[in-house]
């Protein structure tokens, strides 16, 4: 293996930082980037190599192979990440705006929502499997969360409560339990798992996790992702009285000043429940 392989997959060990997906995320980002360094001509590196050369070499790269924004700032964050762990941190420009790249767009007027039917459920095998996907459409859970849930720790009657070992970024947050499907749901949950989690003892989160998109795949169930854009659009629509734009709703260009103050109020409720800290970023499941 290269110096700059093993360093960075060593610093991605040592700095285990954020979730599980989180982490095993950064470390593809980093190899597949060390790979590329190597590739241009940049040998015999090591972590604490790292120049503003490099990234500008890197993201020319990126930008050539007509990968979108939203990769390159994914791609971004793994390598500030890396230069703020080797005491590298001011060779990295402090906005990506210096290497020319766009702001992301996250507005979008059509539904990336995503339903489950019984159908759809019965074809998945694994009852643990069939369970984390009925918690992501009722709570907006990520995937990684739904497959965490320990429904004993979770239920306080009127809402759950996430650990921020089970969150992206590690923010523990409560989701309202509103209706009774939602309590049905985590009922069955509880019954299920007992004092456990939604990952059987025999199972690891990794191997779980094949079980998982192993089990979605032969169901024929993909971008599961969208039962969370299934749930903010409902919210806001319980929480507003009218559609979300995405479902073909009014714009915001078409509300009064009042309604333009609730759809603000409800998307940063629904920001919240779905464990975002920015307001906008509601765009991506709602439209604006």
């Known amino acids: 293996m290269r110096d ?5 997959k060593q610093l991605c060990r040592q700095c285990r930082e954020g979730s599980y997906a989180t982490q095993r995320n950064r470390e593809r980002i980093l190899t597949r980037a060390a790979n590329e360094l190597h590739a241009m001509g940049y040998r015999k590196m090591q972590a604490k190599s790292l120049k503003p050369k490099h990234i500008e070499a890197l993201v020319q790269h990126w930008q050539d192979r007509g990968l979108s924004t939203g990769t390159i700032k994914n791609r971004m964050a793994a390598i500030r990440w890396w230069a703020v762990k080797v005491n590298k941190r001011n060779v990295m420009a402090n906005s990506n705006e210096y290497y020319g790249i766009p702001d992301r767009r996250f507005v979008t007027n059509q539904s990336k929502a995503k339903d489950l039917t019984q159908h ?4 998945v095998k694994d009852e643990h499997v069939r369970m984390s996907l009925e918690l992501q459409r009722a709570f907006g859970l990520r995937r990684e969360e739904a ?4 429904p004993s720790h979770a239920d306080r009657k009127d809402h759950i409560q996430l650990k921020a070992s089970w969150t992206k970024g590690g923010k523990p947050r409560a989701i309202p339990i509103r209706i009774e499907a939602q309590r049905e749901v985590l009922n069955r949950a509880r019954r299920l798992a007992g004092f456990g989690s939604l990952i059987p003892p025999h199972r690891s989160y990794v191997q779980q996790l094949r ?3 192993g089990n979605t795949t032969r169901a024929g169930l993909s971008n599961m992702h969208g039962l969370r854009h299934a749930y903010a659009q409902e919210r806001y629509e319980e929480l507003t009285g009218w559609k979300c734009p995405a479902t073909e709703g009014p714009d915001r260009t078409a509300l009064n000043p009042e309604q333009k103050e609730l759809d603000h109020q409800a998307r940063l409720i629904i920001s919240q429940e779905l464990g975002h800290e920015r307001e906008q970023v509601t765009t991506a499941y709602l439209g604006r």
């Open 120 to 123: 759809q459920l019965d074809k």
């Open 211 to 213: 079980v998982y998109e």
């Open 147 to 150: 497959m965490k849930f320990t």
């Open 4 to 8: 700059l392989n093993h360093n960075l």
